[in-house]
């Protein structure tokens, strides 16, 4: 029970992290004092706090229900295990949820398409992930998103007409996205 109360905390509470970061909160001012929490300072704290609860529920439990220390070790062994189990597939993994955009989907010859993008990690914008787009030529185009998880690319359509597509991918902490977007250049 307590290992799910945490996880339900811990998935309430990790979008509400993109508040503090922001410093206010509807409109009233919160003064920062000392360094920002991170989403993985609130991780290790829910991990170290159920191992804590894990090791203490698990020695009482084989305690009181065999009255043996041994027993007691041996719960603390299975709780141990099971929290590190459900903490592996519940907290651990983050899920980059990406929304792209292009504009206008159809162009001229020539024309400008704006490439519009949003990162997002646990509710939380993913600044610093490397996006590359690859386009009809061949180059890879470099860019980064800002501090609110978004980027932007302006791509300039070919000289000759029919449909072209953009492959975008997306790297953020050693996950990888890939997206396939189609323009269609008319004369």
Known sequence: VFVGVIIALYKILSPILY??????FSGIGIQE???KLTLEYFRNLFFLMTMVEAICAGFIAGVIAEEKM???IKHVLVMVSVTIFVFFIFVF????SVEISIFPSETTIEGKVTINGKIFAEGAPVSGASISILDHTGI???SFSDNSGEFRYFWTAPDSPGEYNLQISIEH???IKN?????????
Not at 93 to 96: A, F, V
């Open 33 to 35: 004092g000392g360094a």
């Open 70 to 72: 041994v027993a007691g």
């Open 140 to 142: 890879p185009k470099q």
């Open 19 to 24: 508040v503090q970061q922001l410093g206010s």
């Open 173 to 175: 902490e050693k996950e």
């Open 179 to 187: 997206f396939v977007r189609t323009v269609r250049v008319n004369n």
């Open 93 to 96: 993994p983050s899920d980059l």
